[in-house]
């Protein structure tokens, strides 16, 4: 089945710098790579996601790049905010169809 | 339009017991999803169930757990004589078809004790 390597496990970086997180998955099959944030207490929110037929996407402050030969994807977030802090997390989609694998998550912490 | 919704938020109980994990889907959407958080874990699969059917349940453990969504109401995460390892938080998410982004509730914090 699918495994999903996501690196780094904790990044701090200063408000207005760049964060980068990797992802590298197995199944060449799968085609679909969401990136998920989740909050203290709350459950994890979409927010971005890419198909296999795409490159790279971009949406303000954020964008998701895609390798399909190497198998990994990145997520980019660029003018980082305190408001960024969070956990976040790669997901790619399962080659039968429907369920996500998730990586094991990156904590995010933008200092002012 | 209402997100997914979990209930209960938290959830205690003791060894032995049997706790009842409740997840309505957004509305329109027919694909329900169980997933097992553990403290400062990623997201584990449990179990992809559509109306009536369920799709994949290989992350289920083999014994004590079981999961529904019938045709009318909510899907139901049932443990069954739970122990101190089922603590966890347990996500349900809801898509309108397989190919679709997975959408999440808050969750249900079960604590064993």
């Known amino acids: 089945g699918e495994n999903v390597e996501q690196h780094p496990s904790t990044l701090s970086v200063q408000e207005g710098d760049s964060a980068v997180i990797k992802c590298t998955y197995s199944d060449s099959a799968s085609n679909y790579f969401p990136w998920y944030k989740q909050e203290l207490g709350k459950g994890p929110q979409l927010i971005i996601d890419?198909?296999?037929?795409?490159g790279e996407k971009k949406d303000q402050r954020i964008a998701v790049t895609l390798n399909k030969t190497a198998k990994h994807f990145s997520l980019h977030i660029t003018e980082t905010q305190p408001e960024d802090s969070a956990v976040y997390f790669c997901?790619?989609?399962?080659?039968?169809?429907?369920?996500?694998?998730f990586g094991q998550g990156t904590e995010l912490s933008v200092k002012p | 339009n209402a997100g997914v919704m979990q209930n209960p938020r938290h959830l205690v109980r003791r060894r032995g017991q049997e706790a009842r994990l409740r997840c309505s889907p957004m509305?329109?959407?027919?694909?329900v999803y169980w997933y097992r958080q553990l403290p400062e874990e990623g997201l584990k699969f449990m179990v992809y169930l559509q109306k009536e059917n369920i799709i994949d349940e290989s992350g289920m453990p083999k014994e004590r757990f079981s999961a529904e969504f019938p045709k009318e109401g909510p899907s139901i995460l049932r443990i069954q004589q739970v122990v101190r390892g089922d603590s966890a938080a347990y996500f349900c998410a809801s898509s309108p078809g397989s190919d679709s982004p997975l959408h999440f509730g808050n969750g249900t914090r079960l604590t064993v004790t």
């Open positions: 997901a790619a989609s399962d080659n039968q169809g429907g369920k996500l694998i």
């Open positions: 890419i198909r296999s037929n795409v």
């Open positions: 509305k329109g959407h027919s694909h």
